[in-house]
């Protein structure tokens, strides 16, 4: 809370700076915009340039037009008249005694660090008020307040305390305001009978603001009615944290937050695990192209947000995204078995219900699969699709353009080997390169030129990273048989080419190498003396 004091407030120095306050019956409502601060600010600031004595001072503001000169109030004085109620954008001329007195004569220029700016406002019937609080903030600026002390200790516990404790007296300061702005509004809201009414038009970082005020003061009618604001308006962009963390801290104050928190947090005991569970099901067993497509992009993405922020695989159900796995092989395996047989109408091919369904089957894998390695945990899929060897003979009996899809999932699966993503045994990595690298091979050429997101040289360096890690008997089985095809097929066929030199290293040189280094080490071991 603001440092408070309990004074006098001081004449020296000072410059007191009028605002233009519209007032309704009920009492205060439109501050001092932050505009008028920052021109109060400016227009208070000594200037360079010196100006005539007897020049009057320029002013834009209409309730500056009010003030007289001291030496016209002497002959003619102008009794203040009295304040009207008619209308909420009714202005009031300030008291003569708070209006700026220009000196008859050429006086010292004043030392800016001496200058105290300060802002007159009043709240309410000027009149009647009995009390004068200030509000200091930094560089001297501060805001002088004309108020009633029955109205700040009714809607104010913070008000009701120092008025109680502290000797009668007609200023009370609260020092360092670091929002003097919003504490003008706060306690002019005291005045207010509909305060939801006067927060409708504002922002909600604005509400959040007078929500932080009102909670130093304790002024809880104004917190409440800042809540069902806040409850109703929607929040846009950072506006969310920002609401949480500031609800968050009124929970102990019995104020009934949780209808704000509830757009953030739910009370039913239903797992996230079940509801991505349904929206996994519904994606993949979508059957219209362009929604499809756009809620995968978007699923994948914040599954990718996820991972960031959570740090290993128990954030989600990695049992339910296998359960989508097997369920789509189990279907992709019945379509393949359909299409193959004899009596099959391969007339239409990709056109075919068969053939649909072969490729929304083979997209949905290959979209599993990138969740899976996005999360690291995609070693099971591995093995579930090196396994797949009646699926694998199949896929030679269908059209190229009705089975190419799952040649990608077969190239996203090198991919990920040869990036570390995936880290199946031996065996497993065996198994894939001869149960899928020839059906790979034999739709090279349709992927290259008909699949826009298939990208050769990552595809071919995961194979050639695939490969190099079996041992150097099995490397060169596999490199060998890809020669064959590479020389028959060329560009037709994936390039491995650095994988050959590697292995080509491994097996002709690299032997020779370390022969040459165990004959240099044993002629230059010291002969040990009989």
């Not at 809540?227 to 009124?250: D, F, I, K, Q, T």
């Not at 019995?254 to 079940?274: H, I």
């Not at 797949?388 to 080997?417: D, N, Y």
Request: glycine share 6%; charged share 25%; net charge neutral.
């Amino acid at each position: 809370m603001a440092d408070f004091k309990v004074g006098r407030v001081e004449q020296a120095h000072t410059k007191i700076r009028n605002v233009p306050i519209a007032v309704t019956p009920e009492g205060f409502w439109c501050c001092p915009s932050p505009a008028v601060f920052q021109k109060t600010l400016k227009n208070q600031t000594p200037q360079t340039k010196q100006r005539h004595p007897s020049s009057p001072l320029p002013s834009k503001s209409p309730i500056q037009k009010c003030q007289q000169n001291p030496t016209s109030e002497r002959k003619s004085p102008a009794p203040t008249p009295p304040r009207s109620t008619n209308g909420p954008n009714e202005q009031r001329c300030p008291a003569p005694e708070t209006a700026i007195s220009g000196p008859t004569e050429r006086q010292p220029k004043p030392v800016v660090e001496n200058v105290q700016r300060k802002i007159s406002v009043g709240f309410g019937d000027l009149e009647t008020s009995d009390l004068k609080v200030v509000l200091s903030g930094k560089e001297g600026f501060s805001v002088r307040m004309s108020v009633h002390k029955n109205i700040l200790a009714e809607h104010g516990s913070f008000f009701a305390e120092k008025l109680s404790t502290q000797s009668p007296s007609p200023f009370l300061e609260i020092r360092d305001c670091e929002d003097m702005e919003i504490y003008v509004e706060t306690i002019g809201l005291m005045y207010c009978k509909e305060m939801k009414l006067r927060l409708i038009k504002q922002s909600v970082p604005r509400v959040l603001r007078v929500l932080k005020v009102a909670e130093l003061l304790g002024f809880h009618a104004c917190m409440k009615s800042c809540l069902e604001y806040l409850e109703a308006v929607p929040w846009v962009g950072e506006e969310e944290e920002n609401v949480v963390s500031s609800v968050l801290r009124l929970r102990s104050d019995g104020l009934g937050v949780s209808p704000v928190l509830k757009r953030v947090s739910s009370e039913v005991s239903n797992p996230p695990n079940d509801t991505l569970a349904h929206i996994m099901d519904l994606v993949l067993k979508s059957n219209e192209e362009r929604g499809r497509r756009e809620m995968k992009t978007l699923v994948l993405k914040l599954l990718r947000e996820n991972s960031l922020l959570v740090n290993g695989s128990g954030d989600i159900c990695i049992k339910s995204l296998y359960n989508s796995c097997r369920s789509c092989l189990d279907s992709l395996l019945c379509q393949f078995r359909q299409a193959a047989e004899p009596d099959s109408d391969k007339s239409l091919e990709n056109t075919t219900p068969v053939a649909r369904q072969i490729s929304l089957e083979a997209d949905n894998l290959l979209w599993l699969l990138e969740i899976l390695a996005d999360r690291q945990v995609a070693d099971e899929f591995v093995v579930m699709w090196a396994g797949q060897q009646e699926l694998a003979m199949l896929h030679l009996k269908l059209p190229i353009v009705s089975r190419h899809l799952v040649s990608c999932i077969t190239a996203r699966i090198f991919v990920g080997i040869g990036r570390g993503e995936m880290l199946p045994s031996k065996d497993t990595r065996q198994l894939l390169l001869n149960v899928w690298l020839q059906p790979l091979i034999d739709d090279y050429s349709w992927l290259q030129h008909g699949c826009r997101s298939f990208d050769r040289k990552v595809v071919e360096e995961g194979i050639g990273r695939t490969i190099l890690t079996l041992p150097l008997e099995e490397q060169q089985s596999i490199l060998l048989s890809w020669l064959g095809s590479f020389l028959k097929a060329g560009h037709n066929c994936p390039n491995l080419q650095r994988a050959f030199e590697v292995w080509w290293r491994r097996t002709f040189i690299r032997p020779y190498v370390e022969q040459h280094q165990g004959i240099l080490q044993s002629d230059n071991t010291p002969m040990t003396p009989r």
